[in-house]
């Protein structure tokens, strides 16, 4: 009897976890959250993320493609003219597991998955890395010459540790200096 291979086995048998997965999928996107338990959730979140990322494509094919596994047809339009655009710069990790604790009947995990419907706001690059990079490439350019590693000796060692030990001791009197002046 073919089965799944992967993840955790959400009981009964392989039709069973596929129409577990749709129903979970469906009110996933239907309410951009829900609370389920925490092995449920881990076994949601690459399947949401696919049919987001076909949503994202928004042509006829990728309709079809996720009614084969969402069927419900108001899931399906929200996800495609609601959801996609929202997380259209976003690159992956469109949903969100958080745990909440235990389930009161059962002691179950318990977790909530959610759509990371927020704006994308990337890292902006340190002044450090760009000088970094800038400097690195026309080193780059010339013949790379035989790098020597030098080990620091005992004297080096011990000048270090008393240097940081100043700067530290500095940071700490203009720290209390600020404090004054307030």
Do not use: C, Q, W
Not at 70 to 79: G, N, Q, S, W
Not at 120 to 126: A, D, G, L, W
């Amino acid at each position: 009897m073919p089965k799944p291979t992967k993840g955790p086995r959400l009981g009964g048998g392989p039709a069973h976890e596929r129409l577990l997965l749709a129903n979970l999928a469906t009110a996933l996107f239907t309410h951009k959250r829900i609370t389920t338990t925490e092995t449920k959730a881990k076994r949601l979140r690459p399947l949401a993320e696919r049919l987001v990322t076909f949503a994202k494509r928004g042509d006829l094919h990728a309709r079809r493609r996720v009614m084969t596994v969402v069927r419900d047809k108001t899931a399906v339009h929200e996800l495609f003219t609601e959801i996609a655009p929202l997380v259209a710069e976003r690159e992956g990790g469109y949903t969100r597991i958080t745990k909440i604790g235990n389930r009161k009947g059962d002691n179950a995990p318990m977790a909530v998955i959610e759509l990371v419907l927020e704006p994308v706001n990337p890292k902006p690059k340190s002044a450090k890395k760009t000088a970094a990079a800038a400097a690195a490439a026309p080193a780059a350019d010339e013949a790379p010459a035989e790098e020597t590693v030098e080990e620091p000796t005992a004297d080096e060692t011990v000048a270090d540790g008393a240097a940081d030990e100043s700067t530290e001791a500095a940071s700490t009197d203009e720290a209390a200096e600020s404090d004054e002046t307030k």
